[in-house]
């Protein structure tokens, strides 16, 4: 009996330093890159597209948007579509 006593003494003690043993912090996640979906979402609405966009695209524009901010950075990337031009024809 002392025996089965001093293999969970052991082990309760094994377990206790695995949870006191500090980790390393956690490598950034790619998804840092990435705004919130509803960032495209709205993206879309204000281009005309949020119609004809589904979930599964959003998903794809979100997942190109996170290669490129993570490859390139996003000061290039526009946080709002450029304004919309109206050209007037004269007949």
Not at 41 to 66: C, P
Not at 69 to 76: M, R
């Given at each position: ?7 969970v ?82 007949l």
């Amino acid at each position: 009996m002392d025996k089965g006593k001093s293999v969970v003494a052991e082990l309760a003690a094994s377990f206790s330093d695995v949870l006191v043993t500090p980790r390393e912090p956690p490598e950034p996640q790619a998804k840092s890159f990435l705004p919130s979906p509803s960032f495209f979402t709205k993206f879309a609405r204000e281009t005309g597209d949020t119609q004809t966009l589904s979930d599964v695209d959003i998903n794809i524009i979100a997942l190109a948007y996170m290669s490129e901010a993570e490859i390139h950075g996003t000061s290039h990337l526009r946080e709002h579509p450029p304004p919309l031009k109206i050209l007037e024809y004269f007949l």
